[in-house]
């Protein structure tokens, strides 16, 4: 079965680091993989996915993700953060069989806080 | 301008009541999906119909029935609301199902907060 794993349940760091929100997957084939942000109250907004190609996919508010096959992992990179990318951050792959291939399983989310 | 909207934001009712949830999306999306989020913010898929069509049912109480008048609109009835229904839910929508729609994420409305009393 489809599934991911975020081992963080929180994240802390200074305004201006870089920031990295873990996420490994397991998937028998090739993984479809996609990151969320949520805000407070409010629903899931895509940052980016990665379908193929290209290991280091880029996404919105300057957040990239770097796929991993070896180690089957899916950081979610900044190079620097921002107060207001304090959030709660899901990562999320898609099923891969076919009585499952409409399903997106979500991890746990990590909650990023970004101190001034 | 919104792209998945639902009604109402907030519901709060008392236990055994009868209440709907409405979604709507505007981006001409074919498929539809229903999540649950829990106070420990864990997503659930619940339901899922693409062009009004049933595709995903995960094990819901039978309270809980989806109904699909279009591929525009999902909406969530639930039955004899029990204390363990409060949460948040979640309506959301991608662009086709199957292969063909493989690489494409799905986009979330606001979600609609019930608590039960």
């Known amino acids: 079965a489809q599934s991911v794993a975020q081992p963080e349940d929180q994240v802390n760091v200074a305004e201006g680091n870089p920031l990295t929100v873990k996420c490994t997957y397991s998937v028998s084939g090739n993984p479809y993989l996609f990151w969320y942000v949520q805000y407070p109250n409010r629903g899931l907004q895509f940052l980016l996915k990665y379908i193929t190609g290209d290991n280091l996919v880029k996404g919105s508010y300057g957040f990239e993700a770097e796929f991993n096959k070896s180690q089957t992992s899916f950081h979610l990179k900044k190079p620097s953060a921002l107060v207001s990318d304090s959030a709660l951050y899901f990562c999320?792959?898609?099923?891969?069989?076919?009585?499952?291939?409409?399903?997106?399983?979500f991890g746990s989310g990590t909650k990023l806080n970004v101190k001034p | 301008d919104t792209a998945v909207s639902q009604t109402p934001k907030y519901l709060v009712t008392q236990m055994g009541n009868d209440k709907s949830i409405k979604c709507e999306q505007n981006?001409?999306?074919?498929?539809m999906y229903w999540y649950k989020q829990d106070s420990k913010k864990f997503l659930k898929i619940m339901f899922s119909?693409?062009?009004?069509?049933?595709?995903i049912n995960e094990t819901v109480p039978n309270r809980f029935s989806p109904k699909s008048p279009d591929k525009a609109h999902l909406n969530l009835h639930i039955n004899s609301l029990e204390l363990g229904d409060s949460a948040v839910y979640f309506c959301?929508?991608?662009?086709?199902?199957?292969?063909?729609?493989?690489?494409?994420?799905?986009?979330f409305g606001p979600g609609t907060r019930l608590t039960v009393l």
């Open positions: 999320a792959v898609r099923g891969f069989y076919l009585y499952n291939f409409n399903k997106f399983y």
């Open positions: 959301a929508s991608s662009l086709r199902t199957g292969l063909a729609g493989v690489r494409n994420e799905q986009f």
């Open positions: 981006l001409g999306h074919d498929t």
């Open positions: 119909y693409n062009n009004k069509e049933l595709i």
